[in-house]
């Protein structure tokens, strides 16, 4: 066996070349078709429809991410492109797909022509929400948004289902319909509430914002509009969630619209006794002496009814908000009492009311108009009847007529002066704008910073009806000071609130930073400083 295997010729070096070559050729026989067909699929319609899908899709999400319409016009060049190539390729996209016999590139037209559809229906959506953009009306538009969206993704989905995987919609629709009758009588509530809530947003009665009162009692301020119902912000500051159904059907009042104004009418009833006229004048007072109510449209006063017990007005004005219609109100029926017990009258009684006691009645109508008018001065609660009619004695009255101005800046007042008629108006001049910092009416009271501190008057006082003034000298308030340290304690107290909240007459050379608690104990200290000098250099 050695023998024989050594006796075997060796093999010839040219057929390894040879062989060595044959490999050679195989390799770049493979390699030119894989070229050839590379080369094939990169011509193929379909294959180029993907990748500019692929290219379509990054360009309009990443390039032009913060660009809506640089979105648009890409998204409508894409899709023209596409469609081209589909074309091109022999694929309808709104056309049953015909089988080619091979089920690879069956299912890759198939999937072109499912991406193709939703494309369609996402540049549609863009489409609109540009739209949306444009418009600046976000709030209709997002109704419009996905309610047009919706039907734009189930009618890309309905394409699909017949021209893609070519089945009849016709049973699936009427499948649909008969479903959507069962969701419909299922959800009716609901569907109701939302329709509503589309009307509502598209008529505009109200919007966020706005404060609204519906029938049935719900009243306040819309803080939030959705599909399903109307979020109200009460004032009690409670949230109420009314649906929309409910709302379309109720009588709706906008305080809001087509003006923030907002009118209120209240009914005041004075002694028979008292003639209309003279109570119209009254109460017309007691209005123009609150500056919570506007001047335009003028505040109406009116007699409803006359009779042997009383005598009825009505009382119509108007506030900026209807937030401050609560405190215009109250601090209204404040003026009018005021007024009324100024001017000598009584309110009438409630006919079911027990009879006042007929000596306290006669002792009130005999006791002077002055000493009533010292029963509506806070400062002077603390002292007894007969001391209020002791400073009542000493009151100096003085006379003014509507325009008439009783203090000007610089001006140093020596006295305590209190209104016993009318209505006073305080203004500060601040360069060349002019700012009403309150009215006075009858038992308010002006001088005591300037009788206190020397300091002269900032503001100008003038009178907008006829009014009556009484003024009280230094020296007749110095023997009540000292009788009564309380009276000089609570006259500090309002010292000190209204020069913290910027109302005084005149400004004390204290900081303005100063607490409330601080400037009443100041000015106090004040008080006994000033007329213990009195007493001393008397």
Known sequence: MMWLRLALPAPHPVQGVLRGQARIGEKAARMTDLLTIAELIARDPLFQAFA????????????????????????????????????????????PLNSSGTPFRDAAAGALKIAWWLWVAWFLVSFLRSVVVFERRPREGKLVRDLLSGIIYVAAILAI??????????????????????????????????????VLNFTHPYRPGDWISLEGGTEGQVIEMNWRATHILTSQRDLAIVPNSTIAKARIVNASFPSSIHGITIAIQLEAKTPPATGIRMLELAVLNSRLILRVPKPTVRVVSI????????????????????????????????????????????????????????????????????????????????????????????????????VEPGAVLQSLYVVGSGVLSVVRRDGSVDTELLRLGPGDHYGEIGLLTGAASSVTITALAPSIVYELA????????????????????????????????????????????GLSTWFSDRFHKLFESGDASG
């Open 52 to 95: 500019l899908l692929a290219v379509g899709v990054l360009v309009t999400e990443l390039l032009f991410k913060q660009h809506p319409v640089g979105r648009a016009i890409s998204k409508v060049i894409f899709f023209a492109l596409i469609t081209l190539l589909l074309l091109h390729g022999g694929i309808v996209p709104y056309q």
């Open 161 to 198: 289902i017949a021209y893609v995987f070519d089945l009849p919609i016709q049973g699936l629709l009427a499948t649909s319909g008969a479903i959507a009758i069962i969701l419909g009588l299922a959800l009716q509530s609901t569907l109701n509430d939302v329709f509503s809530g589309i």
């Open 307 to 406: 009779d042997a017990a009383h005598t009825g007005f009505n009382i119509t004005f108007f506030v900026e908000q209807l937030a401050s219609a609560a405190k215009a109100q109250n601090e209204l029926f404040d003026l009018i009492f005021r007024h009324v017990t100024a001017a000598g009258t009584h309110l009438a009684s409630p006919l079911d009311a027990p009879d006042r006691d007929q000596d306290e009645a006669t002792l009130k109508e005999e006791m002077p108009r002055v000493a009533r008018l010292l029963d509506l001065v806070g400062i002077f609660d603390t002292l007894m009847p007969n001391e209020r009619a002791a400073i009542a004695g000493k009151l100096k009255q003085a006379l003014y007529e509507s325009g008439a101005t009783l």
């Open 474 to 517: 230094k020296k007749d308030l110095a023997p009540i000071l000292q009788a009564r340290p309380q009276f000089a304690h609570e006259l500090s107290r309002v010292l000190a609130q209204r020069q913290a909240t910027g109302r005084a007459v005149a400004t004390a050379e204290r900081a303005a930073t100063e607490s409330t608690t």
